[in-house]
Structure formats: structure tokens, C-alpha cells
T-cell receptor, first 112, second 110 residues
Framework: DTEVTQTPKHLVMGMTNKKSLKCEQH?????MYWYKQKAKKPPELMFV???????INESVPSRFSPECPNSSLLNLHLHALQPEDSALYLC???????????FGQGTRLTVV | GESVGLHLPTLSVQEGDNSIINCAYS??????FIWYKQESGKGPQFIID?????DKRQGQRVTVLLNKTVKHLSLQIAATQPGDSAVYFC?????????FGAGTQVVVTP
């Protein structure tokens, strides 16, 4: 199994809502990542987890809150988002940080 | 930090021709590079990687060349096919994180 599964595929939320994005991998990878991608732009790194601990936070606003409940799961909790947060959110995993990463298909988020 | 840039934002290629996508990097300490392909509506997909102790690596229809002297990478796609239409990124996964350059849109024309 070389898949990274993200749910939901699409999400529309209001600025006062609280929602969560989920990511799952069963490759035994110990590094997991969240990226944000706007249209016609490269993915921008948000968070890196290594061995279930947050190792990198790229100065992401606190309205985005990551969580790694176990080595296979990664969540991104969303609260009080702004319309400019609308983007494709990508999850990835790799054997270790700095090795080849496998990406999920992303969650297309629209904030209204 | 790492600066990764691509020379051409869009590359139009006729089907059957070879494609060459270029990538420059700034950190001479980068010792590992990955090329990703991203099709519309999908996540990036690994194509090929290369370590700094190599100058060239070949895969199926793809070749990556690394010139450490001028800090330049290129991805060559042989006999470009319609399925090669995508955005291509080079990424050095340094310092425990994978950061992408601007990307090159490859458009394959019949």
C-alpha cells in the first residue's frame, strides 16, 4: 500500500465553523507533512511531524492546528478561517524527514 | 534558506519531441533532489531523484542531470506524450522538509 488518503476531498466551511482535515498512511512512514497550495502556485509547507512530534511549523496562523494522534494519522483542525485560506491542502508522508515523500490527492477547501 | 527556481514557467512541446525542464538551486549543501509531477486536480507524484554524488540518473523515459558547479538540475522527458502534460517541480528535501520551486507547466500539443 503506497497510498496517502485524505478526507474529505472537498470542504466548504463558513468563517465561524470548526472543521478537520484527515490524512492516513499505512506505509510505516515516520514523517508526515501538511502543505497548502493556491492555484498555479507550488505547494507551501505548513507543518512537519517526525515520529509523531511536531518538528517544523512554518509560522502558520493559529487558526490552523495540526495533530498527530498516532504514526498513521495526521489531522489539521480548522477554526475561524478566512476566505483567503481557500486552497488545496495536501498531506504527504515519507520514511524519514528529507526522503522521498508520497502525497495524497488533497482536500479542496473553500471558506465562505 | 533554500531558493529553488525554474527558468521557464510554461513549456509547450509537440507530442513525440523531447522536453527539457530546468531548475536552479542556491544552497550548495543540498545533496539530494527530487522531481515531482503534478497533474491537474491531483497531488504531486514522485518521478525521479538524484543524489549529489551523481551527475546523471535515468528512469523510464526520464533523465535527470545534476551540475553541482552551477547549481543546476534538468529533467529530460523523451518522446513526450499527452499524459506528460502537468506541472513539474524540483525539490531539495533539505533540513527535514521538502520545499518546492515555482514549477514548470508542460503543455503537450498534437
Amino acid at each position: 500500500d503506497t497510498e496517502v488518503t485524505q478526507t474529505p476531498k472537498h470542504l466548504v466551511m463558513g468563517m465561524t465553523n470548526k472543521k478537520s482535515l484527515k490524512c492516513e498512511q499505512h506505509m510505516g512512514h515516520r514523517a508526515m507533512y501538511w502543505y497548502k497550495q493556491k492555484a498555479k502556485k507550488p505547494p507551501e509547507l505548513m507543518f512537519v511531524y517526525s515520529y509523531e512530534k511536531l518538528s517544523i511549523n512554518e509560522s502558520v496562523p493559529s487558526r490552523f492546528s495540526p495533530e498527530c494522534p498516532n504514526s498513521s494519522l495526521l489531522n489539521l483542525h480548522l477554526h475561524a478561517l478566512q476566505p483567503e485560506d481557500s486552497a488545496l491542502y495536501l498531506c504527504a508522508s515519507s520514511q524519514e524527514t528529507g526522503s522521498e515523500a508520497f502525497f495524497g490527492q488533497g482536500t479542496r477547501l473553500t471558506v465562505v | 534558506g533554500e531558493s529553488v527556481g525554474l527558468h521557464l514557467p510554461t513549456l509547450s512541446v509537440q507530442e513525440g519531441d523531447n522536453s527539457i525542464i530546468n531548475c536552479a538551486y542556491s544552497n550548495s549543501a543540498s545533496d539530494y533532489f527530487i522531481w515531482y509531477k503534478q497533474e491537474s486536480g491531483k497531488g504531486p507524484q514522485f518521478i525521479i531523484d538524484i543524489r549529489s554524488n551523481m551527475d546523471k540518473r535515468q528512469g523510464q523515459r526520464v533523465t535527470v542531470l545534476l551540475n553541482k558547479t552551477v547549481k543546476h538540475l534538468s529533467l529530460q522527458i523523451a518522446a513526450t506524450q499527452p499524459g506528460d502534460s502537468a506541472v513539474y517541480f524540483c525539490a531539495p528535501p533539505g533540513w527535514g522538509k521538502l520545499q518546492f520551486g515555482a514549477g514548470t507547466q508542460v503543455v503537450v500539443t498534437p
